[in-house]
């Protein structure tokens, strides 16, 4: 082997190495804030009862002005993005094809309902509102899919014009906020109506925005709950594939005026690892011991990634961007929960 050969044989591996190198010295004190905030509210909730991602959340809300700037701003991104997609991917482990299925068809209806109504909704309100289209479309499909996540997708399909940052930090502060809110009050209304843990568990995943939120919310119930939501939840985050592509054919003249074309992402990675995952517990290969061990690493990630993102909320940047567009999110959010409730209500789940 010639040493030309060697080193184009060693260069992917060298590389991808180099990278993660790099990487660590810019993201480990703000993750290792993260951990800590993991660690003491852990502590507490074990020693003196409580919800240990409530407090986490509310741990990271106090410590805001870390993400404003300084040496933790990466970490705290690496955490909320990269550890909250391992944390959800690995809650795979818990589930099963058997769990889905049992889910039966009226989650799969209610999903689809839900997303595709708020996103008309979004675009009638932002009329009524005297605000742009677009608007209505981005905020709509990031309320009714997976929030920040999916206001970025869909905005790498829209015609830019000179509003488009502005509809865009202001879509994902406000979903942010929202789902944010919606972690700590829709347990509440649960415990209100008095909904079972399979109907909790429809609600949380087929209403609140992010994951992690969904995740949050399901498991300060009950692990049954968290389950469930979890799975409606990426139901809801598999939409981003024919919505992306619907919101391409929309634009399609916009775009081709524009004579730019930007690369979408499709199925996310971490949907792709929690499928995997659980087809893999479905079939029987995993360990009861491994199983469980993937599962202590899931609840230390997803502790971790609330923590960040309660670091990274805040609720004083909505204040500048002018009421119409918050009240449009706002609104957005109500009808999701409504519909989504009028479905439980009426037995459709």
């Not at 730019?260 to 971490?270: A, D, E, Q, T």
Request: glycine content about 10%; aromatic content about 8%; charged content about 10%.
């Amino acid at each position: 082997m010639t040493l030309e050969y060697r080193k184009r044989a060693l260069g992917w591996p060298l590389g991808y190495a180099k990278v993660a190198l790099n990487t660590v010295p810019k993201v480990w004190q703000g993750v290792l804030v993260c951990i800590t905030i993991a660690l003491a509210t852990t502590f507490i909730a074990d020693h003196y009862g409580g919800p240990t991602l409530l407090y986490a959340l509310l741990f990271g809300l106090a410590l805001h002005f870390l993400s404003e700037d300084g040496r933790c701003v990466a970490g705290i991104e690496f955490s909320a993005r990269t550890i909250l997609r391992l944390g959800v991917a690995l809650l795979g482990i818990r589930i099963t094809i058997e769990q889905v299925t049992g889910l039966g068809i009226g989650p799969v209806v209610t999903v689809i309902a839900g997303v595709s109504l708020t996103i008309l909704a979004g675009v009638v309100l932002a009329r009524l509102l005297g605000l742009h289209r677009d608007l209505g479309l981005l905020t709509g499909g990031s309320v009714a899919i997976c929030g920040a996540s999916a206001a970025l997708a869909l905005s790498a399909v829209m015609p830019r014009n000179e509003h488009s940052e502005r509809q865009i930090i202001l879509t994902v502060v406000g979903v942010t906020t929202l789902s944010t809110l919606a972690m700590i009050t829709y347990p509440l209304i649960v415990g209100v109506l008095g909904l079972s843990d399979n109907e909790a568990g429809i609600f949380l995943g087929a209403t609140i925005h992010d994951v992690a939120q969904v995740v949050g919310a399901g498991y300060l119930i009950s692990d049954s709950t968290g389950e469930v939501s979890t799975v409606v939840k990426l139901l809801r985050v598999a939409m981003l594939v024919p919505v992306v592509l619907a919101f391409m054919f929309l634009f399609r003249h916009a775009r081709r005026e524009e004579g730019g074309s930007k690369k979408v992402p499709m199925l996310p990675g971490f949907l792709v690892a929690f499928v995997v995952l659980v087809i893999v517990n479905s079939l029987g290969f995993v360990p009861p011991m491994l199983a469980e061990g993937l599962t202590d690493l899931s609840r230390w990630c997803l502790v971790t990634a609330i923590a960040a993102l309660g670091i990274k909320t805040s609720f004083q940047k909505l204040a500048v961007v002018g009421w119409k567009p918050v009240i449009l999110m706002a609104a957005e959010t109500l009808f999701l929960l409504l519909l989504v409730l009028s479905f439980i209500h009426f037995g459709l789940v």
